[in-house]
Nanobody, 127 residues
Framework: EVQMVESGGGFVQAGESLTLSCTFS????????MGWFRQPQGKEHERVAA?????????YYADSVKGRFTISRDNAKNTVYLIMNSLKPEDTAMYYC???????????????????WGQGTQVTVSS
């Protein structure tokens, strides 16, 4: 059974930083994509970042977070991180960790390509 647990969300002021963590079990990330999605209240899921573990590792970012967010993975801890700097009020959302079942790059930006999801962690950025 695949389990994914996010943590690290919270309430911050604009310009501050947060690091989200996603610890997973029962899942083999080798050659697959893992990503972070967010869903503002009343809106659709948006993929903010993804990481493909093959080919030395390839990262993908939404234009809205490029240069501010970084996705990384600690293989020894089975944990994926989303390091978020220079947070803006528009980053406010529920953030989800997701894992795909297919193999190969590029990492799909559609949430339907990811079979496993965590429960989410809320990030709120005030202006």
């Amino acid at each position: 059974e695949v389990q994914m647990v996010e943590s690290g969300g919270g309430f911050v002021q604009a310009g501050e930083s947060l690091t989200l963590s996603c610890t997973f079990s029962g899942y083999t990330p080798s050659g697959r994509c893992m990503g972070w999605f967010r869903q503002p209240q009343g809106k659709e899921h948006e993929r903010v970042a993804a990481f493909y573990s093959g080919g030395g590792g390839i990262s993908y970012y939404a234009d809205s977070v490029k240069g501010r967010f970084t996705i990384s993975r600690d293989n020894a801890k089975n944990t994926v991180y989303l390091i978020m700097n220079s947070l803006k009020p528009e980053d406010t959302a529920m953030y989800y960790c997701a894992a795909g079942t297919g193999f190969g790059a590029p990492c799909d930006s559609d949430s339907s390509a990811y079979a496993y999801w965590g429960q989410g962690t809320q990030v709120t950025v005030s202006s």
